[in-house]
Structure formats: structure tokens, C-alpha cells
Nanobody, 115 residues
Framework: QVQLVESGGGLVQPGGSLRLSCRVS????????MAWYRQAPGKQRDLVAR???????NYADSVKGRFAISRDNAKNMVYLQMNSLKPEDTAVYYC?????????WGQGTQVTVSS
């Protein structure tokens, strides 16, 4: 089992920054992929950024150059640094892990970009 707990969401003005955090616990050694997804009202849940144990990273085209995913293995944390935020980034952001042949999800944290 893997447990994921997100934090760091909130209200920010357009052009601002936020850093989301995901605390990881459980069978950490079995995790092969960590990622952040987001889901806006009335839309499907989409991949934002992904990192593998091999160190590769992938980003949605809409966030390339603005967002950065990182891991702190010593602290069992995964982060999503979000810069130059836009109103269209407004969504619930979910931490994701793939381990033990199945996906795991956090409970989500709301990010609202509005003036």
C-alpha cells in the first residue's frame, strides 16, 4: 500500500506561484512513477507532470516551462512548483503514484487562479 497526502493549494493571482507538496508513505520502494494530475470542473482528470525512478520527467504541453516536478527521496516528498499561473490552471490537483502494479491517488488539493 501507498498513501499520498497533498498540501499547498490555495488562491493565487494570475502570474503568481504556488508549490504543491505530496507526502508519500507506505511501500515507497515499490513506486516506479510519481505524478501530478489535475481536474477542472466538468472536465476529465489530466496528467500535469510525471517523474520516474529513472529520473525522466514529462509535462503536459500547457505547463511546459512554467511547472516543475521534483522529488526529495530523503523526506519522502514530491513537489510541483507552479509559476506564471493562469486562470486556466484552476483545478483540483492530485498526487499519483504507480506501485505494486496499481495506481494510488491522494485526496486532492484545490488551486484557484483568479484576480
Amino acid at each position: 500500500q501507498v498513501q499520498l497526502v497533498e498540501s499547498g493549494g490555495g488562491l493565487v493571482q494570475p502570474g503568481g506561484s504556488l508549490r504543491l507538496s505530496c507526502r508519500v508513505s507506505g511501500s515507497i520502494a515499490s513506486i516506479s512513477i510519481m505524478a501530478w494530475y489535475r481536474q477542472a470542473p466538468g472536465k476529465q482528470r489530466d496528467l500535469v507532470a510525471r517523474t520516474t525512478t529513472g529520473g525522466s520527467t514529462n509535462y503536459a504541453d500547457s505547463v511546459k516551462g512554467r511547472f516543475a516536478i521534483s522529488r526529495d527521496n530523503a523526506k519522502n516528498m514530491v513537489y510541483l512548483q507552479m509559476n506564471s499561473l493562469k486562470p486556466e490552471d484552476t483545478a483540483v490537483y492530485y498526487c499519483y503514484a504507480f506501485a505494486l502494479l496499481r495506481p494510488y491517488w491522494g485526496q486532492g488539493t484545490q488551486v484557484t487562479v483568479s484576480s
